[in-house]
């Protein structure tokens, strides 16, 4: 994903992924004669944000062991629709493949939550964008609950999005029966509008679950 960057920067568009068995595949960029120079990356690039007891960084290959030991938790799967059983394999296809192809095609900006000092691995904080809307939602590894990670961390990413990339929206979507999920949105500055019958699936559940609907305006 560095390497592609580069080439973003350089001017260089995104055309598709050369696959190969064995592997994610491998990004192919191309530039012509009359093409503008210009930066094409459809998100901008990300530096490291931190309140210096938390920082929100890229996803890096090396974290795939502790998404994997996060994931498997059960509380977390009760809320997402994350595989179940979660193994190495697909914390590995999350960090090398889905995050950066979300990025590349510019639909969502998902980034590690880490401890500010010894760089452990806390949770994740993702952004979902759609109409130019951005959807924020997290998750916290189980050995980091309980310590305000996931307010934290969406303080600092619903920042980002509103200031950087300019949204005028960042919507929160809460399980009605998440309490948790729903005091970190409201620590976080995020105004409760009201419940959306039915919006969602409950993951791995025939039911569909009544979500609690938060929102931060720009300057506001």
């Keep these: 994903s560095a390497s592609r960057r580069v080439a973003e920067k350089a001017g260089f568009t995104l055309e598709g992924v050369a696959r190969a068995p064995g592997s994610y595949g491998t990004w192919v960029l191309s530039r012509l004669a009359a093409d503008v120079e210009r930066d094409t990356a459809r998100i901008p690039a990300y530096a490291d944000r931190s309140d210096g007891v938390v920082t929100l960084r890229r996803w890096r290959s090396a974290d795939a062991a502790d998404v994997a030991r996060a994931c498997a938790d059960a509380e977390t799967a009760r809320w997402l629709p994350v595989p179940v059983p979660y193994d190495l394999a697909a914390g590995q296809w999350y960090v090398d493949a889905v995050v950066p192809g979300q990025w590349a095609d510019g639909s969502a900006a998902n980034v590690a939550v880490v401890e500010a000092g010894s760089g452990a691995l806390l949770g994740a904080i993702g952004l979902t964008l759609r109409d130019g809307i951005g959807e924020v939602g997290y998750w916290t590894a189980p050995w980091a609950r309980r310590r305000g990670v996931a307010t934290r961390a969406c303080r600092l ?12 929206r960042l919507e929160l979507l ?26 969602r699936p409950k993951p791995r559940a025939e039911a569909r679950a009544d979500m609690v609907v938060y929102a931060r305006a720009a300057g506001g």
């Design 174 to 199: 809460a399980d009605v029966e998440n309490t948790a999920s729903q005091r970190v949105a409201e620590r976080a500055g995020f105004t409760r509008e009201g419940v959306a019958r039915a919006l």
């Design 157 to 168: 990413h619903a920042s980002w999005a509103l200031e950087v990339l300019g949204l005028p």
